[in-house]
């Protein structure tokens, strides 16, 4: 190649040194807009390393789980398959319930187990009964008394006692024939395994004190057609209970079966709230929040619980009210606008519901002690006991939270006023893409009403919560938009 005479020496040099000065800036402005790129992508991907972590573990939490026990669940199991036939519309009479056998002597029963725990806790729970006389109906042929049994552990702080979280399961049970008020029913599994799930949530969270209120619950009429639950529900509402979240356990043995993974339980969730009206369906369907109801909420903060404490057990969201075309208590909690979950095992054996106890063509029918995992079902209980304590040691979520929308604009700005009940030290935004099943991305906001994330409100789905000083977490709340 020819060389440039033009270039040569110390002119050579000098080009050399400003080659290398304008190289130096183009590599210098390569850098800085690497840096400015990763700095000012959307906060979606700064929070990556952010993303919501398990929450805060609690030590006197963990050290109530670890009370729960397989083998007092198991204990309780069997005394109830032991009355015989706890069908709604079996007898309920001094004499059948001196035998010990019927729906009447069960519930004796789980009102004497509640009574046991408070004395052991100094009367730290008062013990009720929801009493009424179902008329006749589809699956109650004549005028039947149904009877709620449930333990009230009442808040310590007076301004969050009001609160109120709930966990629930039904004792009535049921064989091949709904009418039959009669025949062997166990229901060990179906629901003896929910209500177990109570009475050891009862006995072990009794132990301890917190701000909000929580109700253990028992509920009959469920196979008839969830007489019991919505009557209760229907209490609720009549009587302004502030209820922030109910768990219903129904099904939740862990059927020894081939196919059970038992080291999920499936937590159902409705979409669009059974008490929405049209004008709020409208509104839902506008701004794209099928999926955001108060008892999705909760189905997500189990799931944040599930990582948080060591249960055995994975929560797997199911994004639809029940079972396929089956429905259960938590249901009559939603009609009445109040956010509700059930947790059921991952896989059914229809063998062993609703079935007369028989053996046919070499296969065992009936809902029976010996099909039960009573180590899945400690597992379940221990995540139902972990998301009560969470929620009853935590501030209240704050209320009126909105998304500024007057000005078009990326930037997102949130406001809600504080966390009632003066719990909250600060408070957290989360948000997820419209995709997501789960909340991706949280960010710390301080202890103020008001903030603004680098965020596109078009892009994703926003929720406020409250924090105390010892992290304990609200419910989210979804903003709605403010003009």
Request: aromatic residues 8%; negative net charge.
């Amino acid at each position: 190649m020819m060389r440039d005479p033009m270039i040569d020496g110390p002119l050579r040099l000098e080009f050399h040194l400003v080659c290398s000065k304008s190289m130096l800036n183009v590599l210098k402005s390569i850098f800085l807009f690497a840096v400015f790129s990763f700095l000012a992508r959307p906060v979606l991907g700064l929070q990556a390393a952010n993303a919501p972590a398990a929450q805060a573990t609690d030590p006197q939490i963990e050290a109530a789980l670890r009370q729960i026990s397989a083998q007092t669940i198991r204990a309780n199991i069997e005394k109830l398959v032991s009355f015989g036939t706890r069908s709604t519309l079996s007898a309920q009479d001094d004499a059948s319930m001196a035998k010990g056998r019927g729906i009447g002597a069960a519930r004796e029963w789980i009102k004497s187990e509640f009574e046991r725990y408070s004395k052991d806790c100094n009367g730290c729970l008062e013990v009720k009964t929801d009493s009424f006389i179902e008329q006749p109906a589809d699956r109650i042929p004549t005028p039947t008394r149904i009877t709620n049994v449930y333990a009230v552990l009442k808040g310590t702080n007076p301004a969050n006692t009001n609160r109120i979280v709930l966990v629930s399961g039904h004792y009535d049970s049921r064989d091949s024939d709904t009418f039959d008020a009669n025949g062997d029913a166990p229901g060990a599994n179906d629901d003896g395994s929910g209500t177990a799930v109570s009475l050891e949530c009862a006995r072990v969270l009794s132990k301890m004190k917190f701000p909000a209120t929580v109700i253990f619950l028992t509920v009959a009429g469920e196979e008839q057609g969830l007489n019991g639950s919505r009557h209760f529900a229907q209490m609720a509402k009549d009587q302004n209970w502030d209820i922030e979240a109910v768990l219903n356990n129904d099904i939740v043995g862990g059927d020894k079966n081939p196919g059970q993974d038992a080291s999920v339980v499936r937590v159902f969730s409705e979409g669009i709230p059974a008490a929405a009206d049209e004008r709020e369906i409208r509104r839902i369907r506008m701004l794209g929040g099928e999926s955001d109801s108060g008892s999705r909420e909760l189905a997500r903060y189990i799931a944040d619980v599930g990582r948080s404490y060591e249960n055995g057990v994975k929560p797997m969201l199911v994004f639809r009210l029940d079972r396929y075309l089956r429905g259960g208590d938590h249901y009559s909690f939603n009609q009445q606008g109040f956010p509700a979950v059930r947790f059921t095992e991952y896989r059914e054996d229809f063998h062993h519901q609703h079935q007369n106890p028989r053996v046919e063509n070499g296969i065992e029918y009936g809902d029976l002690p010996k099909f039960v995992d009573y180590d899945y079902v400690a597992r379940v209980a221990r995540l139902n006991a972990a998301t009560l304590a969470s929620l009853a040691a935590a501030p209240a979520p704050p209320a009126n939270v909105h998304l500024l929308t007057k000005d078009l604009e990326n930037d997102s700005t949130l406001t809600w006023d504080a966390s009632p009940g003066g719990l909250a030290a600060g408070y957290e935004i989360v948000w997820r893409t419209t995709t997501s099943p789960e909340w991706d991305h949280v960010q710390s906001v301080g202890n103020v009403t008001q903030a603004t994330l680098p965020i596109s409100k078009d892009q994703v789905i926003f929720g406020v919560r409250a924090v105390d000083a010892a992290g304990h977490r609200s419910l989210p709340v979804i903003p709605f938009p403010q003009h």
